[in-house]
């Protein structure tokens, strides 16, 4: 993260897939809240255009 390097590995919006379908197989936010808390930041790098990027671009949402 501190190198930069964003180039895709394993993309963010395939992370928030995967934590999505892990939160419903938990059965909700409450059975999984560490994973629906990851999940909600993921979500949030996809709504800043960072979906296509590797997971490690989260790290854009909390520097300026």
Same mark, same amino acid.
């Not at 501190?2 to 938990?26: H, M, R, S, W």
């Given at each position: 993260?501190? !190198?930069?390097?964003?180039? #895709?590995?394993?993309?963010?919006? =395939?992370?928030?897939?995967?934590?999505?379908?892990?939160? +419903?197989?938990?059965? !909700?936010?409450?059975?999984? #809240?560490?994973?629906?808390?990851? =999940?909600?930041?993921?979500?949030?790098?996809?709504?800043? +255009?960072?979906?296509?990027?590797?997971?490690?671009?989260?790290?854009?949402?909390?520097?300026?």
């Amino acid at each position: 993260m501190q !190198g930069g390097n964003f180039e #895709p590995q394993f993309p963010v919006e =395939l992370i928030a897939k995967d934590f999505g379908y892990t939160v +419903a197989a938990a059965g !909700g936010a409450a059975q999984a #809240p560490m994973i629906s808390a990851a =999940l909600a930041v993921y979500e949030r790098a996809m709504q800043s +255009a960072l979906g296509s990027e590797n997971m490690t671009a989260v790290a854009k949402l909390y520097t300026s």
